[in-house]
């Protein structure tokens, strides 16, 4: 999974992050993108795509790359992604976790089949790059386990939605709730669910 990296690094770069998101698809919370830069050879846990890790392998693979690896986590919040939509809140959330890197990167692999707007570093999208790219993944992985938290935190103000099981995803149990008790602060306003 290293094959993008190691071809940037023929080619002169050495600061080569690696930038995915989670949350795109929820009604509720915000998206949280993490930029990643690999810095160890190897890793003594899997860092693949986190949808293909459990929870466990997930927590597991988090804490590895924060302690070995160059980190920035950002987020857009519901309200901007209400305002923005959620292709552009989700390239915000991207620049903010850019900007969160202790060092700034030379290159960007981007998750996704779009470049991110005027970004003022070379980069390049991978489709299906948490896939393809261990930045990517690694990225991927701590996108997912900040924004899984979150999501456990909302369930403790809002609990009929049961966010720490659904994490905002549309689930039937989600709409149900959603059906009885009307939307909550954290649902977002611009996002439409069958039968609501």
């Not at 890790?53 to 597991?60: A, G, I, T």
């Not at 689930?171 to 009885?180: F, N, S, V, Y």
Request: aromatic share 6%.
């Amino acid at each position: 999974m290293q094959r993008l990296e190691r071809h940037l690094r023929q080619q002169g770069f050495r600061r080569i992050v690696g930038i995915d998101e989670a949350g795109r698809g929820p009604l509720a919370g915000p998206v949280i993108a993490a930029a990643v830069q690999i810095l160890p050879e190897s890793f003594g846990v899997e860092i693949k795509d986190s949808k293909a890790l459990s929870p466990r392998k997930r927590e597991q693979a988090y804490e590895e790359i924060l302690r070995t690896c160059l980190v920035g986590i950002g987020q857009a919040s519901v309200e901007e992604i209400d305002e923005l939509n959620i292709l552009g809140a989700t390239f915000l959330a991207m620049k903010r976790a850019l900007q969160a890197l202790p060092e700034q990167p030379d290159f960007c692999l981007v998750d996704g089949s779009l470049p991110i707007p005027d970004l003022q570093w070379p980069q390049k999208p991978v489709v299906k790059g948490d896939q393809l790219s261990l930045s990517i993944a690694a990225a991927s992985i701590v996108a997912k386990v900040e924004r899984d938290r979150i999501m456990d935190r909302y369930h403790e103000l809002y609990p009929i939605y049961n966010f720490s099981k659904n994490k905002g995803y549309p689930t039937k149990e989600h709409r149900a709730a959603i059906q009885k008790a009307g939307r909550c602060p954290l649902h977002r306003r611009s996002f439409r669910c069958a039968g609501l």
